[in-house]
Structure formats: C-alpha cells, structure tokens
Antibody, heavy 126, light 106 residues
C-alpha cells in the first residue's frame, strides 16, 4: 500500500520560501509509471494543482505559480519536495502531495491522482 | 485559462440518485476524474478515466463524459456520501480542478 506523508514548517513569514517534503513509502518515486504532484487548498476553497514531476526530473508547473515554484526529488530518500518562493498570505493553504498514474508529452498531460498524503497546513504570517 | 464549472451544491434524499455535472470546453475529448472530500480529510479518487472505479469504491458511484460535460452519478445515495466533490482534467500540461460541489443528503 502506497503512503505519502508531507512534512515541513507550518508557519512561514511573508516574502520567504515555503519548503515542503513528501516522503513516499510502499513504492518508488523512480518508477516510470507515475508522476509526483503537489496540490493545495486554501481555507474554505477548492483544490489547486501546483505542479508535477517525473522520475527523470521533468517538471510541469501551474502557469500562475511557475515563476515561484520548484519541484525536485531525492531518490535516495524516496522523497520529492516543493519550494515556493516570495510567499504572501494568499499562499496560506493545506498542501497535499499525491501520486499520479499519468503521462506528459511536451504539449499535453493526462493522469489522475490515486494516492494522497494527509496534507499539511502552511500559514504565511509575520 | 481552462475552467471546469460545477454546481455549488446538490441536495439528495437518502436512497435517491445524485448527479453532479462538470462543464468545460470539449471536456469529452479527454479523460475526467472525480474526487470526494469529507471535512478535514484528504480527497479520495472515486472515478478515473471518465467511468472507472478504483478498488474499494462502491458500485453506486459511476461516471460519464461526452461533449462539454462530465457527470458523476451516485445511485442510492447514503448519508456517508455527504461530501464535497471535485472533477479534474487537463489544460495541455496544467492540471485543472473543477469549482467543487457540496452534496447534502437530506
């Protein structure tokens, strides 16, 4: 059974960088069958897709966040990470990591999200 | 940008069927998936590739997708199905979620 667990600071100051890690157990992030995803949900709001990473390091980001987002991996620890720079109060949200059976070419992606972490609340405040 | 529009709320009596629509331009040309989210919990995949159910999801959940609309149907709705539901698809290489629908079982 695949399990994902987010970890990182629950409080980040405005203008700083939000950094989260997702630890995957029960499966390898080096599997070519899956993409690894970050999704967030602002309090009382809907789901927002942040970005996607393949085991080879290919990444795809939401256009609205692209200038501030980096998703990377540590294969030795079976982890992938999210960095979001220059945060504001609008970045306050529950952040989820998820696994996606999917595929991306240079022009299109497919896929869905079959396993999710429990989510971690990150508050941006001074 | 690509938008997926859902009704904000759907009410249903126990045992009756609930249908939730998800509208987007030429949505039927790609696969749609659906997620159930209960308060304080992570979303759960209930339908993928338009109409497939993951292991462990009850048969009362079904899906379809054609034209500009994907539909999630809950047959014989139970109190435990009360939750928020989100559709999901793609805008080229960007994942897009629907606006979400709150299903209330009266």
């Amino acid at each position: 059974q695949v399990q994902l667990q987010e970890s990182g600071p629950g409080l980040v100051k405005p203008s700083q960088t939000l950094s989260l890690t997702c630890t995957v157990s029960g499966g390898s992030i080096s599997s070519g069958d899956y993409y690894w995803t970050w999704i967030r949900q602002s309090p009382g709001k809907g789901l927002e897709w942040i970005g996607y990473m393949y085991y080879r390091g290919n990444t795809f980001y939401s256009p609205s966040l692209k200038s501030r987002v980096t998703i990377s991996k540590d294969t030795s620890k079976n982890q992938f990470s999210l960095n979001l720079s220059s945060v504001t109060a609008a970045d306050t949200a529950v952040y989820y990591c998820a696994r996606s059976p999917g595929h991306c070419s240079s022009t299109s992606c497919t896929g869905y999200f079959d396993y999710w972490g429990q989510g971690t609340l990150v508050t941006v405040s001074s | 940008s690509y938008e997926l529009t859902q009704p904000p709320s759907v009410s249903v009596s126990p045992g009756q069927a609930a249908s939730i629509t998800c509208s987007g331009y030429k949505l039927g040309d790609q696969y749609a998936s659906w997620y159930q989210q209960k308060p304080g919990q992570s979303p759960v995949l209930v339908i993928y590739q338009d109409s497939k159910r993951p292991s462990g999801i009850p048969e009362r959940f079904s899906g379809s997708n054609s034209g500009n609309t994907a539909t999630l149907t809950i047959s014989g709705t139970q109190a435990m199905d009360e939750a928020d539901y989100y559709c999901q698809a793609w805008d080229t290489t960007t994942g897009v979620f629907g606006t979400g629908t709150k299903v209330t079982v009266l």
